[in-house]
């Protein structure tokens, strides 16, 4: 799921970090051949696939009178890597990471979420149930076992596959899918290559942007402008153009008396500002919506009130809690002018909640 309305925002925002996908695939994993120059005018090394979002799509049912048994699940999968093969065509690596045991600040989310799909599953038994996403079900063993034989009959059967490096890592491996991936990415020491990651989690983004290294990475997802009706579309998202934007717009006047420039630094400020509407961990505070473009306030009480008069939030994913209480306390600030442009139907309840959340947990901070 990642952080509500980031990724439309953040394209929307900075529009020069998309890249148009050219997808020549129609016909399937045997309609081209993928040994050739790749049309995208890339070469890509690494394919990483955060294969929960392969899942979801896959279990989807465009029909509700239809139900998909879990071999059609399975099958659809496959089609969907076939796919995204053919698009990046690696040369070097394809990793597939599945979600393992989720970290402990997640598991009552992911209980919650289970809750609600078995009660909406009820009204038709026979559909597949999506609690079967889950480490230790039947569904994921079987799983497994499939994407298994599935890698090594392309690899037997198929010359792109027989030349690269196939890792999958399964839901027996703890961890997300994505935390996984970059985990992997972040062993690496070869800075030279050219990486995809596919999935469609605004988490992606933000744990990309994290790296600090300068990587070759490209973010492969859906085209959220396609329409409905027609085949899915996908674009990229360039992090190396995503971080120069950002270091751009972050960095204050030279001129002016402020702690010694950092971009990772201020960069990962960033990423955690964006944490503040909210993600799979953590609960949004109510005033922080990407669709009222709530970032470009926050952005701007950073850079002025906080980093250039006391410093940065982080260091080395360390928190400093008393300058995050600054940028919380100018931004409290600003909160009622922000929700008295939302639908007034919203508008007392969203200044309850939120003076609970910010004006009087400062307090405790």
């Known amino acids: 799921m990642g952080v509500r309305g980031f990724s439309r925002w953040l394209q929307r925002k900075y529009p020069d970090i998309i890249q148009q996908c050219v997808d020549k695939s129609e016909g399937g994993l045997y309609s081209v051949n993928i040994m050739q120059s790749n049309p995208n005018g890339i070469e890509f090394d690494n394919l990483y696939l955060d294969m929960n979002d392969i899942i979801h799509l896959s279990a989807e049912c465009d029909n509700q009178h239809i139900s998909k048994t879990e071999d059609d699940i399975i099958e659809m999968i496959f089609q969907y890597i076939d796919r995204i093969f ?3 065509r690696p040369h070097k690596l394809l990793y597939m990471a599945i979600d393992g045991v989720a970290p402990r600040a997640k598991l009552n989310q992911q209980r919650c979420r289970c809750f609600r799909n078995a009660q909406n599953n009820s009204a038709n038994s ?79 983004i933000l744990l990309g942007l994290t790296l600090h290294k300068t990587y070759n990475i490209k973010i492969l997802c859906e085209d959220f402008r396609s329409d409905n009706n027609q085949r899915k579309k996908y674009t990229f998202i360039d992090l190396k153009i995503l971080r120069r934007n950002l270091e751009n717009e972050l960095k204050i006047n030279p001129s002016s008396p402020a702690p ?24 949004n505070i109510p005033s922080i919506e990407f669709y009222e473009n709530v970032m470009d306030i ?25 300058h995050l209480k600054i940028l919380l306390k100018y931004f409290s600030e600003k909160e009622n002018n922000i929700f008295q442009k939302r639908p007034k139907t919203n508008v007392s309840n969203n200044i309850q909640v939120s003076n609970i959340n910010l004006e009087h947990n400062l307090e405790q901070f």
């Open 86 to 88: 053919s698009i990046i």
């Open 126 to 204: 026979e559909s597949f149930n999506k609690c079967h996403i889950q480490p230790g079900t039947s569904f994921m063993s079987k799983l497994s076992n499939y994407l298994r034989d599935y890698i090594y009959h392309r690899m037997n059967t198929n010359s792109a596959w027989q030349s690269i490096k196939v890792i999958l890592s399964d839901s027996n491996v703890p961890g997300e899918g994505e935390h996984k991936i970059f985990d992997f990415i972040r062993a690496q020491s070869d800075l030279n290559t050219y990486s995809v990651v596919y999935g469609n989690d605004s988490d992606l």
């Open 260 to 283: 010694q420039w950092n971009r990772d630094r201020a960069i990962d400020d960033w990423v955690l500002m964006c944490f503040l509407g909210g993600n799979d961990f953590l609960p």
């Open 298 to 322: 926050l952005t701007d009480i950073y850079k002025h009130d906080v980093l250039k008069s006391h410093g940065y939030l982080t260091d080395n994913a360390q928190l400093n809690r008393n």
